[in-house]
């Protein structure tokens, strides 16, 4: 079983910039893809970006990409995602989740592990 934790998220002001981490245990993280999901209230969760097992392959949501930035470090069980140039529609709790498949993808069905969120607040 893999256990999934979410730190870093607070509140920033717009146009600014934070990095939340997910720090997994109990399993072969290195085996894993990893993706990161964000739910606002009264939407529904959305991808916003996915990184497989070795880091090569990496996709991002439309409205993150060129501002957000996926990473993984396998040596310390992490995968981490920097968001710059935050804009108040950024603001969620945001998701990390792992998918024994090893490779990037967008569904969300597609992973077997969550986490409990990070809450990111961004003012205007």
């Known amino acids: 079983q893999v256990q999934l934790v ?4 607070g509140l920033v002001q717009a146009g600014g910039s934070l990095r939340v981490s997910c720090a997994a245990s109990g399993g072969t993280f290195s085996s894993y893809g990893m993706g990161w999901f964000r739910q606002a209230p009264g939407k529904e969760r959305e991808f916003v970006a996915t990184i497989s097992w070795s ?8 409205s993150v990409k060129g501002r957000f ?6 040596a310390k069980n992490t995968v981490y995602l920097q ?11 945001y998701y990390c989740a ?3 498949h090893g490779y990037s993808s967008r569904a969300s069905e597609e992973y077997h592990y969550w986490g409990q969120g990070t809450q990111v607040t961004v003012s205007a």
């Open 6 to 9: 979410e730190s870093g998220g």
């Open 55 to 62: 880091g090569g392959s990496i996709y991002y949501a439309d």
């Open 69 to 74: 930035t996926i990473s993984r470090d396998n």
């Open 83 to 93: 968001m710059n140039s935050l804009k108040p529609d950024d603001t969620a709790v």
């Open 98 to 100: 792992a998918g024994g």
